[in-house]
């Protein structure tokens, strides 16, 4: 991430982390280099220390899958994660000698992954992740709902715990731009549907939004 060493696009505090991961939880798991170099997509939750940082990222397996065999070999692995993205056009714009851009929020983790097959480790993790995607739904859907088909899955899957060993986060949200400019990109990006990207970027906006938290 290019602009990830510009203070500008960093993250505000750990809540910008924890917020993204919960909005967007979908990551790529990267063990890179190797015959057996492996990149897997899977739900990712945030773990949070009793002080509230985030310590970890947990998630599951499929025991099928040859990313275990890396990752009993190698447990050093990299989350990567990218959330609400647009590319900016200049044609919104007054001055139409800007060039186009790309506004995203993206995070990538460095972790020390350990494994469980425990069944109550197991249970715990698709407990919580269910828990997260099914909240705030009149009809919430509970893992107890499967029945006995529970066994059969929870007995195909891995529990994953990633110790967070370095994060490196970018939120390029239009925070150089002046702010007509600003105001009329977000216009552009409403009127496509990126209704996520415009909240974001309005809670890192500093000349209104600071503070906000995107909903």
């Known amino acids: 991430m290019g602009h990830a060493r510009d203070p500008r696009y960093g993250a505000r505090s750990q809540a910008d982390l924890i917020e993204l991961l919960a909005a967007q939880p979908l990551a790529w798991l990267v063990s890179p280099g190797g015959a057996d170099a492996a990149f897997t997509p899977l739900p990712l939750r945030a ?26 070999r190698d447990p050093q692995a990299h989350a990567l994660l990218l959330g609400p993205q647009a590319y900016v056009s200049p044609r ?4 139409r000698t800007q060039a186009p851009t790309w506004n995203y929020a993206a995070a990538a983790f460095a972790l020390r992954v350990s494994l469980s097959e425990a069944p ?29 088909r ?8 891995t529990a994953l715990r990633g110790e967070i060993v370095e994060v490196r986060a970018t939120f390029k949200l239009g925070q150089d731009e002046a702010e007509h400019d600003f105001g009329q990109i977000l216009q552009g990006l409403a009127a496509n549907g990126e209704d996520a990207l415009v909240r974001w970027m309005r809670a890192f906006d500093s000349r209104g939004g600071a503070g906000d938290a995107p909903a």
């Open 47 to 72: 773990e949070r220390g009793r002080d509230g940082a985030l310590v970890a990222l947990r998630g599951h397996l499929a025991r099928r899958n040859p990313h275990l065999a890396r990752l009993r």
């Open 150 to 157: 529970y066994a059969r899955l929870a007995s195909g899957v």
């Open 92 to 95: 919104w714009l007054d001055d």
């Open 120 to 148: 109550d480790d197991i249970a715990a993790e698709l407990q919580a992740l269910v828990a997260q995607m099914e909240a705030g739904h009149a009809d919430a859907w509970h893992l107890e709902e499967m029945g006995a």
